[in-house]
């Protein structure tokens, strides 16, 4: 089979697929990696997928099933367009004629009820054009992707039970590590990371022994559920319990719960929203924080971080201190504001405001419609050199460089717990100056010495 940078067509463990080439890329759009997960299969873990001919992967697919506007506006997810129970697609962007390079591989955010992993803020062609293989996926949401109950449970003996949004990631993780070279990728070098809910998933990932060896680096981007106690599967399956019978069902089958319509099943709120992390004893053994704390989680190459105007810092901050005596932990701390956005975000950049920088997609930021600023560019530039550096360094890196003449070390005792912070002049401090807000300060910052 011909190599992606030369025809786009890829011979992959479940069939053949033909990219498009597209500037320094070639791209695949709405391959599927695992079996639909509907009928049967809604509410088990996701089964491997299979296709004859050729697939031509040139359109994205539905998002999972969420919330959407009527008028097509974009949800608060930032989404707007099909949604699907049908929906455990990913995307590829293949630098053309790559060899070994390094993957990444994207959990979105937003809550872990809307969002898609085909927004255009999550486009990979400038890590395509830097040499690395970016990969985005889409993963079950809502109820669909976090929810319990006794009769889901007892057909499942020794589980995995509940995590399903866990699960298809998992899935994904393995497709796309029997599948990268076949791409021009490495597959001994991949990099997970995730935003928000999408941290979290990362976390909680990092902290499962059903992942264990299918990624060798993970960035966690503003979660604040890294101090949160995951919750119990006997509580997830009494609030599964109540929902079946607000819905009518009060001694629900499997059977008549999988032959739910899926929007009538999210008509519940419970159910709707459903959770992100159940202690199965499986998937999810223990919280996050609490594996970290017993020292169990998978020792890769670690980096993370907040956001100026968020207040996510106080679990971020122990994950990295726990962190430390493993392997090397880059830990950053995202503080610009577009100039054009700086009357609107007065206090520092808030909640997802470093995702254009990340992925060097400024240019198609809705929050900037007559484009990016000189600064801000350079900033993105910037930003984005530091995640390539991470996804191409060794495993145990010392220091990441950035570009510019920036050069971002791991935290250590010796640098006082160095802290890359990211900005229109950005310079490394101690992990000691960042701090919560301070008494009667306006709740949800994360504040600065200086302020």
Known sequence: MPAPGSSGLVET?????????????????????????????????????????????DSFGPACLQPVNEDGSPNFGGYAGPVSEDCLTLNIWAPQGATDAPVMVWLFGGGGVVGAGSLPTYHGDAFARDGVMLVSINYRLGGLGGWA?????AEKSG?????????????????????????????????????????TMTANLVTSPLAEGLFEKAIFQSTGSLPTPGT?????????????KALGLPDATAQQLRALPAERLLSDRAAAFGLRTI???????ASIMETFEAG??????????????EGRLVGTQRVADLAEDGAPVFQYFFDYVPETLRERDPNGAPHAGELPFVFDTLGTYQLLPQGPTGEDQGVASLVHSCWVAFAKADTDAATLDCGGDFTWPARSEANDHAVAWL?????????????????????????????
């Open 13 to 57: 463990t479940s069939g053949a697929l033909q990219g498009s080439p597209e500037g320094n890329a070639i791209v695949f759009r709405g391959v599927p990696y695992a079996q639909p997960p509907v009928g049967e299969l809604r509410w088990r873990a996701p089964e491997p997928t299979r296709w004859d001919g050729v697939r031509v992967a």
């Open 149 to 153: 109950h006794p009769a889901l449970t």
């Open 159 to 199: 589980g995995p039970n509940a995590n399903y949004a866990l699960m298809d990631a998992i899935a994904a993780l393995r497709w796309v590590k029997d599948n990268a070279a076949r791409f021009g990728g490495d597959p001994d070098n991949i990099t997970l990371f995730g935003e928000s809910a999408g941290a």
């Open 232 to 244: 119990p599967l006997a509580k997830a399956e009494a609030r599964g319990e109540a929902s079946a």
């Open 279 to 285: 202690i199965d004893g499986v998937v999810k053994p």
């Open 296 to 309: 169990q989680e998978q020792d890769v190459l670690l980096m993370l971080g907040t956001n100026s105007d």
């Open 423 to 451: 900005s229109g002049e950005p310079r490394v401090a101690p992990a000691g100056t960042l701090r919560s807000p301070p008494n009667g300060a306006e709740p949800g910052r994360t504040w600065r010495d200086e302020d």
